[in-house]
């Protein structure tokens, strides 16, 4: 590996959701809705490296492999009403504060708001000398807040409000009613995009897509237009080089 940060994709979606931010020296792991055996092999079993995963909130398909990560050793990171609601004790827990920045290695980590049917679920602003600032969105309907100086994002665009609607509206309307409610649809993450200062972005990941109610080719291309930026559809297997400087 070179001295650059990587991120690699490990899950994304309803099956599954894990990325690892990875240097030569660490990783941090966000998010852990997978078996904990692929994030080892995706590590090449050197767990030495991992300085901790965070968690944005309590549903299976982002913290199911927490219980085995917490038995090989990893320290974990989530807010209080997200550690409550994964039923788990461990002294390798950590509770976190939406808006209190904390350090986890050479990450320093600010929780931030969003919005989603969890009990505290948060995002993270996250600060390193090779990424920059990298904002990780996943599984809200509204970002309230506005950041400044990003350099990388990784956001959610679960659905698309026409396609859900020619799915969904008259045969499973509670369905629907729940993804609308709960995750945020590719015209919320283009208002989103548009509300912020994307001077400085290197990289745009789209992330936690549905696997009936999304089109990745037409998601990509509305947000590089909009963007003029890289943009990428996460996938499992991926490795996107997510530096600073991007050349």
């Known amino acids: 590996m070179s001295d650059s940060m990587i991120l690699k994709v490990i899950g994304s979606g309803s099956k599954g959701n894990c990325y690892i931010l990875e240097n030569k020296t660490e990783a941090l792991i966000l998010e852990c809705g997978v078996h904990f055996d692929e994030v080892k092999e995706a590590m090449n079993y050197d767990l030495q490296k991992v300085c901790g995963i965070l968690i944005t909130h309590e549903h299976k398909d982002h913290c199911k492999g927490v219980p085995d990560a917490l038995t090989n050793g990893m320290n974990v990171y989530a807010t209080k009403g997200t550690i409550e609601g994964m039923a788990i004790k461990s002294h390798r827990l950590n509770a976190i504060t939406i808006d ?21 679920p948060c995002g993270f602003f996250i600060k390193h000398s090779e990424c920059g600032n990298l904002l990780f969105i996943t599984d809200t309907y509204y970002v309230p807040n506005r950041f400044a ?42 208002v989103f995009l548009k509300s912020n200062d994307l001077t400085n972005v290197n990289n745009i990941v789209l992330i936690h897509l549905s696997d009936t109610n999304s089109d990745a080719k037409r998601f990509i291309n509305e947000v590089e237009q909009q963007t003029g930026k890289n943009v990428f559809v996460a996938e499992k297997g991926m490795i996107i080089d997510i530096n600073l400087t991007p050349f």
């Not at 980590?109 to 969003?114: E, W």
């Open 100 to 120: 209190r920045p904390f350090f986890v290695g050479k990450f320093k980590i600010i929780p931030v708001k969003v919005m989603h049917d969890a009990k505290e």
């Open 149 to 190: 100086n990003i350099n990388n994002i990784l956001i959610e665009a679960n659905y698309c409000d026409m396609i859900i609607d020619e799915k969904l509206r008259i045969s499973n309307k509670f369905v629907r009613d729940r993804v609308i409610q709960s995750h945020m649809s590719i015209k919320t993450c283009k």
